[in-house]
């Protein structure tokens, strides 16, 4: 898979690859999958830079940066769908099949998040998890 522009961040599970490439006004998302033999460009929003790409079968998570910060996972059945947050900074996002985790907060204070296994279909929102540990950053 070749594109002419900075590219970066590739990772691959299975049939499928993700990295993040610059569009001409900022990074962006895409995947290729062997089968498909095509190249999809997942996201698409002028100076918000998504980045960080994580990839498990058919499912992609990552993080954005911008006017704001935040996560999302994608797969071709669902969609593109924003990890919620109920405070600033998300970033890290892993996933592994169907499990999807990250962390927000502010510097000194974070918070866990986990999904639930029903991720598939957007009406799993309200069964997401937020750890009730906050972990404390040395010398905060």
Known sequence: VAQSDGQ???QVSGN???WSGYDGLDDEIFTWKATDEVITQITNNDSIDD????VSGDRIVWE???AESADFTWTPEGGTIQL?????MP????VSGDRVVWQHG???TWHAWASCTCLRSRGCLSAWQRSTA???HAGA
């Open 51 to 54: 980045f960080d790409p994580q």
């Open 16 to 18: 499928r690859v993700v």
């Open 64 to 66: 954005t940066w911008g």
């Open 8 to 10: 970066g961040d590739p």
């Open 91 to 94: 970033s890290d996002p892993q």
């Open 84 to 88: 919620p947050v109920s405070e600033s």
């Open 106 to 108: 502010s510097p000194g």
């Open 134 to 136: 906050t972990s404390r």
